[in-house]
């Protein structure tokens, strides 16, 4: 298996779904609040029609994991031209 990697960090950019749901559920019992299932897949859709989408699963302008970030209640979208996740 190829791994991917980050040109500025050692760690791949491919996050296996068990990590990521740890990673969730420590955000949850930290307290961070999460958007609905609908309007995580909403926002999802938008970012994987994005041309700024790195490896399937990173934002090229701030870096973020899409599937951490887009679950974020808080979380928004960094595209310079303005956010695309209006109205998800």
């Known amino acids: 298996m190829v791994k991917t990697f980050c040109k500025s960090c050692t760690e791949s950019v491919i996050v ?3 990590i990521l749901e740890d990673m969730l559920l420590d955000a949850e ?3 961070v609040q999460m958007v609905s299932t609908e309007r ?3 926002r999802l859709n938008q970012c ?4 700024s989408l790195q ?13 951490y970030k887009a679950k974020m209640l808080d979380g928004t979208c960094p ?9 998800a």
């Open 55 to 67: 490896y399937g699963t990173t934002c090229m302008h701030n870096g973020a994991l899409i599937r």
């Open 79 to 87: 595209c310079p031209t303005g956010s695309k996740w209006i109205g």
């Open 16 to 18: 296996p779904d068990d």
């Open 29 to 31: 019992k930290r307290g």
């Open 48 to 51: 994987q029609n994005c041309p």
């Open 40 to 42: 995580y897949e909403a």
